[in-house]
Every structure is written in C-alpha cells, then in structure tokens.
C-alpha cells in the first residue's frame, strides 16, 4: 500500500511563508497529476492546487498568486510553496491525487496566528 507523507508544517505569524512536503513510499502513475488539499476545523477538505503531468498548475481563488506547487520527479517529492500566509489558511494540509484520492497520509497542520 503507498504511503503518503506531509511535512512542513508548523506555526507562522500573517504574512510568513511555509514549504510544504510530501513523499510517496513508491512512484504512483497518476493521469491527472499530483495536488494538495486542506480541511479546517468544521469544513471538507478541499483540493487547493494540483500539478499535471505536463507541468500545468491549477489553484483554487483564494490561494492564487500566494501558493505555488511543483514536484521533483526525480526524487518523487511534491512541494507547496505558500507565502502570505493569512488565518485562514489555517488547516490540515495533504497531498493526494486529484479528484481520485487514495489512502490519506497524516497531514501536517498548518497554524496562522499572531
């Protein structure tokens, strides 16, 4: 069964910056690409960005223009660059596939406060 791993995460005032990681435990051929999704408190968790495999990114609203996802191929690495951060990023962060999820990994909790 693949593993999926989150790193990253952590406390940031508004305004800071986090990178984000996840590793899978072996190379998943996915035609529709890798993405990373997030759930608050009370809310579903919804996909934020996704990458396809030619390299085409695809962000919700609300984080356009502060998230920016990319992947190492090399090293089966998926990234999440997110910069101005606001509260209400605030949330658990994964990464899976997109539309067609499989096993969730842990998460890693992103927390945006002063």
């Known amino acids: 069964q693949v593993r999926l791993v989150e790193s990253g995460g952590g406390l940031v005032q508004p305004g800071g910056s986090l990178r984000l990681s996840c590793a899978a435990s072996?190379?998943?051929?996915?035609?529709?690409?890798w993405g990373w999704y997030r759930q608050a408190p009370g809310n579903q968790r919804e996909l934020v960005a996704r990458i396809t495999n030619d390299g085409s990114t695809y962000y919700v609203d609300s984080v356009k223009g502060r998230f920016t996802i990319s992947r190492d191929n090399a090293e089966n690495i998926l990234y999440l660059q997110m910069n101005s951060l606001k509260s209400e990023d605030t949330a658990v962060y994964y990464c899976?596939?997109?539309?067609?999820?499989?096993?969730w990994g842990q998460g890693t909790q992103v927390t945006v406060s002063s």
């Open positions: 899976n596939l997109p539309f067609q999820p499989i096993t």
């Open positions: 072996e190379v998943i051929s996915s035609r529709n690409g």
